[in-house]
């Protein structure tokens, strides 16, 4: 803004010759503060880079190990240990699919209770705090809080990804009964319809092909969730996996890892697919 | 059968949309409201259902009082009452016999209404509605799939669905084009006959005003400045509704250019956005 206003103020020789000249307002003004925040910001990366030790021997060690890894993904070796990768995997899918549901028959009401042009101001603190609970702990931490309270295995994974469920659906549905168009609830209302029969008709169907598509997004997530939270005891694919590593069984761990990708891609097709069919 | 009397509402913000009006209307009367953007003509219908709620004023409904209603005798009364929209409001993901049955959720109850289990009745109704509104070849059409006159035709038939007393129209013809306006407004005055049902419409269109509502009520910032005759309006009146302007001119060109609309309109979005709370309490 200041800048238009001193352009104005004294015209170039230039701009009185081919009319006013014109230039998009800076984020920072003159010019010289421009070429010092440029320096500060190159300097500190140089700064910051020396500042990192690397140790290149462990580096080669590394590339050496990625290459057997990269050799095993070339030879996976899917027999050898079919059984427990058969187990894990049942694990995983039957986590994904409880918690799933789980955490959506859970998220609807507590993101009913979290709109704001729906529920009563108290009722929209309480939800929102449980959400803002739900979130702001990640999955891993709250995997091994369960797994220290239920113990090891699939019941703990089944936990954490219903909560993680829940903050991510009901966060995100709260925010789109946010966001629906008042004047179709307006008109429900004028009908001398109740409160469950406005949330059905002007609430729900505004907002339920957002939710079977983020849903479907969620059933995709969980699962490779389900992988990761294996790795800290809670049970799944994730834990079989994490034995295939500590044993140096490369083979194995890609095998397991080609199987989690095949069905991360059938999830990624089979959610597109739900979601233009509810669009 | 309607009675408003000293109605007023201040909006939060300290506007006052509504500055003691007091207004009768018989049964089977239809009125026309007109008055520039913001003079509180939304607001008005909506305190009548109390989509709006009122900051003060009294309003009777055939001899009972709709300001002291609460809960379901609140929704008692809105059932009688049937509202027509500018934007339409159509829920639109639904199919239009959804919205048309809408208009009986006041009668039917919830795991009803939750299943689309209506009345036999109600679902004749709302078949011979949709046939005499033109549309019943679109019955299973989602609503989001029809015109913009089209849908305003679901929106009369959701409302008269409810086989209201009262109408309460607000702008029914701003979304539209001149012609369509013009058949949608013949639609409703020629069904407001029929069945003897009252009704206010909310109107900025002087000249469609004119054309087909026998009584009109000006209003300005808030109050009523005319009730009269719609032959009343002279240029005199019209400038104690609108303000100055050359009103001969502007009326003969109305009738070519309906579309003469550059004013914002300010007043009906406070409205909407008022209302777009759900009171849980209900």
């Known amino acids: 803004m200041t800048g238009r206003a001193s352009s104005d103020a004294t015209p170039t020789p230039r701009a009185a010759t081919l009319g006013p000249s014109w230039s998009p307002p800076r984020l920072v003004e003159p010019t010289w503060a421009r070429w010092l925040l440029a320096l500060g910001i190159i300097g500190y990366l140089y700064l910051a880079l020396n500042s990192v030790d690397v140790n290149w021997t462990r580096v080669a060690e590394g590339l050496v190990r990625a290459g057997r890894l990269f050799e095993g993904f070339l030879s996976p070796n899917f027999t050898a240990r079919w059984d427990d990768i058969q187990q894990g995997m049942i694990e995983s899918l039957t986590m994904t699919v409880t918690a799933t549901v789980a955490g959506v028959i859970l998220a609807v009401p507590f993101g009913l209770g979290a709109a704001r042009n729906i529920a009563p101001w108290w009722l929209y603190s309480f939800c929102r705090g449980v959400i803002a609970i739900a979130r702001a702990l990640q999955d891993i931490i709250v995997a091994i809080f369960f797994v220290a309270m239920f113990g090891f295995g699939p019941f703990a994974g089944f936990l954490t990804l219903t909560v993680s469920t829940i903050g991510f659906l009901s966060k995100l549905l709260a925010d789109d009964i946010e966001e629906i168009a008042p004047n179709q609830v307006e008109a429900i209302r004028a009908t001398g319809a109740g409160f469950w029969q406005v949330i059905d008709y002007a609430v729900a169907s505004q907002v339920i092909p957002r939710l079977v598509g983020l849903t479907a997004y969620k059933v995709d997530i969980n699962f490779r969730e389900s992988s990761v939270i294996g790795i800290v005891g809670a049970g799944g694919i994730g834990a079989t996996l994490n034995t295939a590593l500590d044993r140096y069984e490369f083979d194995n761990a890609a095998a397991i890892l080609l199987i989690i990708i095949a069905i991360v891609l059938a999830c990624e097709y089979g959610s597109g697919w739900i979601r233009k069919r509810f669009a | ?282």
Request: proline letters at 3%.
């Open chain 2, 1 to 282: 059968m309607l009675r408003i009397e000293a109605l007023t509402k201040r909006y939060r913000t300290g506007d006052a949309a509504l500055n003691g009006v007091s207004l009768t209307i018989g049964s089977g009367e239809i009125i026309g409201l007109i008055g520039p953007s913001g003079a509180g003509k939304s607001t008005l219908i909506r305190c009548v259902n109390r989509l709006v709620e009122p900051t003060s004023g009294k309003i009777w409904l055939g001899g009972t009082e709709v300001t002291a209603a609460r809960g379901a005798e609140l929704r008692r009364f809105r059932r009688r009452m049937g509202m027509i929209f500018q934007e339409f409001a159509l829920v639109e993901r639904l199919t239009v016999m959804e919205n048309v049955l809408s208009g009986r959720l006041g009668y039917t109850g919830f795991w009803a209404s939750w299943f689309r289990r209506f009345a036999k009745g109600d679902i004749h109704a709302a078949i011979a509605l949709l046939t005499r509104v033109g549309l019943i070849d679109h019955i299973d059409k989602r609503a989001d799939a029809l015109s913009g006159g089209q849908r305003q035709r679901v929106g009369i038939a959701r409302a008269l669905a409810q086989k209201p007393e009262l109408l309460l129209v607000d702008e029914p013809t701003a979304s539209l084009d001149p012609k369509t306006s013009r058949s949608i407004m013949r639609l409703l005055t020629e069904l407001c006959a029929e069945r003897r049902l009252a009704a206010i419409v909310n109107i900025h269109d002087v000249a469609l005003a004119r054309q087909f509502l026998p009584r009109i009520v000006g209003l300005n910032a808030g109050r009523i400045v005319y009730d009269g005759p719609a032959d009343g309006l002279t240029a005199e009146v019209l400038t104690t509704i609108y303000g100055e302007e050359d009103w001969a001119a502007s009326a003969a060109r109305d009738d070519q250019d309906d579309q003469d609309d550059d004013q914002p309109r300010a007043g009906t979005g406070d409205a909407v956005r008022q209302v777009a709370k759900i009171e849980a309490a209900e």
